[in-house]
């Protein structure tokens, strides 16, 4: 079945980058996503990747995916205090198909 | 463009009674979910309607839980009746669903938060 794997927290100074790790177990995951959720709010995508993809870069997000070993990372270049929220990870078979969400990382960014 | 639009935001309750939480999608967007987010968890599914059709509920506890989209549009998720262990956010989103390519983005409402006394 699947099954995503998140840590569950993260602590960084503003101005440095922040790593969040993620793994997931169903080898077809043809889509793997961001989220991000802000307290009291629902989840927005940040951003997604396709898994005929190593890299993606989106402004200050760059995602790494290493298919070999199911590992999903979102990296923040110059982490700003706005950033502090939830991160989801989420997996799905296809466009069409039902995401899987991890129990998320909560970022925090102190000044 | 108005995003998906949840209500109640908040809700609280004693055990046993009746509550009910209603969504409306973004227009166009086919396909229609409710998860449940407890506190600290990510979110689970608990229903997905394509259109008017429930095409999986099957982590849906239909003792207690019920839901309907009647004209694949507006949805209603009712509890009757709730229990302690049902407080927690009950989130809707919508997503265009099914045609030409699709990534597969989800929108959210902003969730509607039960408690159960």
């Known amino acids: 079945g699947e099954d995503v794997e998140q840590s569950l927290f993260l602590s960084v100074r503003e101005g440095d980058s922040s790593v969040i790790n993620c793994t997931y177990t169903?080898?077809?995951?043809?889509?793997l996503y961001w989220y991000k959720q802000e307290p009291g709010a629902g989840l927005q995508l940040l951003t997604y990747?396709?898994?005929?993809?190593d890299m993606k870069q989106d402004q200050r997000l760059t995602v790494l995916l290493n298919k070999k070993d199911k590992h999903l990372s979102l990296r923040i270049a110059d982490t700003q205090t706005g950033d502090s929220a939830i991160y989801f990870c989420?997996?799905?078979?296809?466009?069409?198909?039902?995401?899987?969400f991890g129990k998320g990382t909560m970022l925090l960014v102190s000044p | 463009e108005a995003g998906v639009v949840q209500s109640p935001r908040y809700k609280i309750i004693e055990k046993k009674q009746p509550v009910a939480f209603w969504c409306n999608p973004i227009?166009?967007?086919?396909?229609l979910y409710w998860y449940l987010q407890n506190l600290g968890q990510g979110p689970e599914l608990l229903i997905r309607?394509?259109?008017?059709?429930?095409?999986?509920d099957s982590q849906l506890p239909k003792d207690r839980f019920s839901a309907e989209r009647l004209k694949g549009v507006d949805s209603t998720l009712k509890i009757q009746p709730a229990e302690l262990g049902d407080s927690a956010v009950y989130l809707c989103?919508?997503?265009?669903?099914?045609?030409?390519?699709?990534?597969?983005?989800?929108?959210f409402g902003e969730g509607s938060r039960l408690t159960v006394l």
């Open positions: 990747i396709f898994s005929n993809m």
């Open positions: 309607y394509e259109n008017e059709e429930a095409v999986d």
């Open positions: 169903d080898s077809s995951s043809t889509y």
């Open positions: 989420a997996e799905s078979l296809s466009g069409y198909s039902t995401l899987t």
């Open positions: 989103a919508s997503s265009l669903g099914g045609g030409t390519a699709n990534t597969g983005e989800l929108f």
């Open positions: 227009s166009g967007h086919n396909t």
